[in-house]
């Protein structure tokens, strides 16, 4: 890693972003003063929200913090992150299912990109169990996720009880 690099990037999905997100980027920010959320543009994986409304999603959840901006990259993370001059990836850890998946891409991003450098937040226990994929398998059914999602997200959800949601 490049001593004096502080700008961090946490890429992910974010379909749609949860509190276990704004969890990861509030304990990010305490290390790395700049930050930039980074969501992937996959068009083999599709979402429920727009890459565009994923994007306007996360902007109005994160929008009182410093030092954070909001971007779509396609195409390589180490890329993105090469050419935003990022050092950092940041990713969110939860129980030890995430563990091999997240090993195995930081190996590989490390292979591709020796010079940067992955780092592991702890996501808070209150939020340990919480993923987007969980969030809109509840949202399908008509269940409650308010509190576990901004509250624009939430609003944003209501649309989509008793549709087929898609996505991971
Ligand atoms: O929120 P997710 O879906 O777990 O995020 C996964 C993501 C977007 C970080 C990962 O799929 C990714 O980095 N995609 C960009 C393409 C890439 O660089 N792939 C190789 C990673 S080893």
Known sequence: MKSGSSVAVYPGSFDPIT???????????AIFPELIVGVANNPSKKG??????????????????????VESFEGLLVDFCKERGAAVIIRGLRALSDFEFE???????????????TVFMMTGPQY???SSSIIK???QFG??????V???????LKSYHGRKLSGR
């Open 150 to 156: 901004p509250e624009v997200v939430n609003e944003r």
């Open 137 to 139: 398998e509840v949202v």
């Open 143 to 148: 269940g409650d996720v308010g509190g576990l």
């Open 128 to 130: 340990f169990y919480l």
């Open 19 to 29: 509190y276990g997100h704004v969890d990861i980027v509030d304990r990010t920010l």
């Open 48 to 69: 429920i929200f727009s890459v565009a409304e994923r994007i306007e999603l996360i902007s109005e959840s994160l929008k009182d913090r410093k030092g954070v901006r």
């Open 103 to 117: 090993f195995q891409m930081a190996m590989m991003n490390q292979r591709m990109r020796p010079e940067g450098e």
